[in-house]
């Protein structure tokens, strides 16, 4: 078993490298909440964000996704230099994130929801059509089941609610997809649901980065596990080279190299 | 997918309905069912009660607190309160009586004034409310004891104006359609529904979205022309359809489609559902909140003009009283939620005709005022215990 080596990249990985994190560094007073931290997202790759509370796993997204600016470091997307000063720099890029508390409006239905913000319409009136064809065109590419879009979100259950916020994430048709905590309070059968969703932006040549507590989901649906501990990068494995003893251990920092 | 296999919208099995209400969305249910306990109750208690010359009396009452109540829907569906819908009516009544009475301005140019007037007065609302952070309740309430004393002032010494009988202002409450018109208006409007139904439905079957069943839609307009027919048969009974509740109604029905049909009315049930969504979609929360305010107080003055149109004069207690509880209580007991993000402007209408024939049919019994005043507060905590149970019922509605 490969020991994780800081920032290694992992062999046998195919594909473009869409977006890539340098030596990112975000102080909040003393704390170093990252610390020369690096990160490469591949198109059609789900990586596994993973490392124990405070680890700066959050941080890091943040700092992809726009919400705030790193102390130092640098962001390519596409090979090229990139700044990212907000959440709306990175949504033109093409970066997406869907947030733990999904940021639904659960007194308005599937459709209104997945267009919130960015709704189709002439002349100020909505293209209610429109909207429906397009939202079944993409849940059905997403094989994502719902019986009733035009209920309101609140009906929903929480894979569902769950897969309508990821499905709003694609709308924007990104290259990159941020999922903080997907299955988090989600039981065993919606959790199933949702990880198949994961796979399936991944088969649609996405690049898709996953926060998660829970190990068994990261071992389920990643391609490569990376993992943070105290703000610094503490390992880069595939995973399906690796086992969760070797992960766990570079969570803890424990020196149990299995 | 599922929602494929099938062309056809599924229809709410009584299950399911029963499950709607369980899940947060009790509509408008509760209030039809109320309505009917009330004909019925009222109705057996006093002959006169459901006769064509008290259900007109009815009508004439509700247009004006409705068109307020109106607005108090909007500021609810962001889960605000608007406390100065009152004054703010008696306000912009005001101002139009002056313009026009002293001013001698034409009537329709005075309206136009006052309403404009009452806009700024909800613009200055939403910025106190959006800029300065101040919460709707305080912004407001300042609003019902400022707006007041500005009423007051304005009026001066007098403490009444008068609107002349013949003038147009006042002609507004004492026109009635004639009963070949209000059975056009019947055709039109039900024909209007089921063209507009069936051209949607061949919308979306060309768009291959599922449909209702062409019987189903057929039916829906059936019953509201049987609802139409009806209330045009009983008023034309007595002096016929009073023209303020056709402004009335119009006014729930513009109003109704622009909320559902607009982008500022999308954003608005956006933002009143989960602000911090709206904003992080892009949509400009504050621009959204002003323009609720603006709306209500601009509603709030039209009822303003209809109440002193209806009394043909406005004096100092106009907009006073116990009109902003009522308006505010109509909204609620109609089925918008205080909560914010649920409701249909169709409150406005169900609950003020709930309020006025209670308190109409109290009037009739001879009920005595501390009884009357009793009641209205039963119907009231009702409701809004029907709407914070149903919110509890919302999975993580319980906050």
Redesign the interface.
């Known amino acids: 078993m490969k020991a994780g080596i800081p920032a290694a990249p992992a062999d046998g990985v195919q594909g473009e490298v869409v977006l890539s994190a340098r030596d990112i560094t975000k102080r909040y007073g003393a704390v170093r909440a990252l610390d020369g931290v690096n990160l490469r997202l591949v198109a059609g790759e789900v990586v596994a964000l993973v490392g124990d509370n405070g680890a700066g796993k959050s941080t890091l997204v943040k700092v992809i996704s726009g919400a705030i600016t790193p102390d130092s470091g640098e962001i390519f997307f596409g090979g090229r230099p990139v700044r990212i000063g907000r959440?709306?720099d990175a949504q033109a890029l093409g970066i997406s994130t869907v947030y733990q508390d999904l940021?639904?409006?659960?007194?308005?239905d599937v459709v209104?929801n997945l267009f919130?913000?960015?709704?189709t319409?002439r002349w100020?009136?909505?293209r209610?059509?429109?909207m429906?064809?397009a939202t079944?065109d993409l849940?059905?590419s997403l094989?994502v089941?719902?019986?009733?879009?035009?209920a309101?979100v609140?009906?929903l259950s929480g894979g569902q609610r769950q897969s309508v916020a990821i499905s709003r994430a694609l709308l924007g048709e990104p290259r990159v997809v941020l999922l903080d905590e997907p299955t988090a309070a989600l039981g065993v059968e919606q959790t199933a649901q949702v990880l198949d969703l994961v796979r399936r932006l991944r088969d649609r040549g996405l690049a898709v980065l996953v926060i998660s507590h829970n190990l068994a989901d990261v071992r389920a649906v990643s391609d490569r596990v990376v993992v943070l501990r105290l703000g610094r990068d503490a390992g880069d494995f595939r995973t399906a080279d690796t086992s969760q003893e070797a992960i766990v251990a570079a969570i803890t920092g424990a020196e149990a190299a299995a | 997918?599922?929602?494929?296999t099938s062309r056809r919208?599924?229809a709410p099995r009584p299950a399911e309905l029963a499950g709607?209400l369980r899940?947060?969305?009790p509509g408008a249910l509760p209030v039809v069912a109320g309505l009917a306990v009330i004909a019925v109750v009222f109705g057996s208690l006093n002959d006169h009660f459901l006769s064509a010359e008290n259900l007109t009396n009815l009508a004439l009452q509700m247009a004006a607190t409705g068109t307020i109540a109106l607005g108090v829907v909007i500021v609810l569906l962001l889960g605000e309160i608007d406390l100065s819908v009152g004054s703010v009516s008696g306000l912009c009544g005001v101002v139009m009586t002056l313009l026009y009475v002293k001013q001698g301005l034409p009537a329709g140019l005075a309206v136009l004034l006052a309403l404009g007037a009452a806009a700024l007065v909800g613009l200055l609302h939403g910025l106190m409310f959006t800029l300065l952070g101040m919460p709707s309740f305080v912004v407001t309430l300042a609003g019902l004891i400022g707006w007041q004393g500005l009423l007051l002032y304005l009026l001066g010494d007098e403490g009444t104006i008068n609107l002349p009988f013949d003038g147009s202002v006042a002609k507004v409450s004492d026109t009635w359609l004639p009963p070949w018109l209000s059975w056009l208006a019947v055709v039109a409007v039900t024909a209007t529904a089921l063209g507009s139904s069936l051209l949607d439905r061949r919308?979306?079957t060309r768009?291959?979205?599922p449909v209702r069943p062409i019987a189903r839609l057929v039916v829906r307009a059936a019953l509201l022309a049987a609802v139409l027919a009806a209330v045009v048969a009983v008023l034309n009974g007595d002096r016929g359809v009073p023209l303020t509740l056709v402004i009335f109604g119009a006014l729930v029905v513009l109003l109704d489609l622009a909320l559902r049909?607009?982008?500022?009315g999308?954003w608005i049930?956006?933002v009143?559902?989960?602000a911090?969504?709206?904003r992080?979609?892009?949509?400009s929360v504050t621009r959204i909140r002003i323009l609720a305010f603006v709306a209500a107080a601009t509603l709030a003055g039209a009822g303003g003009i209809l109440a002193a149109s209806r009394l043909s004069a406005v004096n100092q207690s106009s907009g006073g009283s116990d009109i902003l509880l009522i308006a505010i209580a109509a909204a609620v007991i109609g089925g918008t939620s205080l909560f914010?993000?649920?409701g249909r402007p169709y409150a406005a209408l169900l609950g003020i005709l709930v309020l006025q024939s209670v308190t109409n049919g109290m009037l009739l019994l001879n009920v005595d005022s501390s009884v009357r005043f009793m009641v209205t507060a039963a119907v009231l905590a009702l409701a809004v215990a029907i709407d914070s149970t149903a919110r509890r019922a919302?999975?993580?509605?319980g906050r």
């Open positions: 959440p709306h940021a639904l409006c659960e007194n308005l209104a919130l913000g960015a709704e319409h100020s009136l909505l209610q059509l429109r429906e064809r079944r849940l059905a094989d089941r719902i019986r009733d879009i035009r309101p609140a009906a | 997918m599922t929602t494929e919208i599924p709607r899940g947060g969305e919308a979306r768009a291959d979205l049909h607009t982008l500022p999308r049930y956006a009143g559902g989960n911090e969504a709206a992080r979609a892009g949509i914010g993000g649920r919302r999975p993580g509605g």
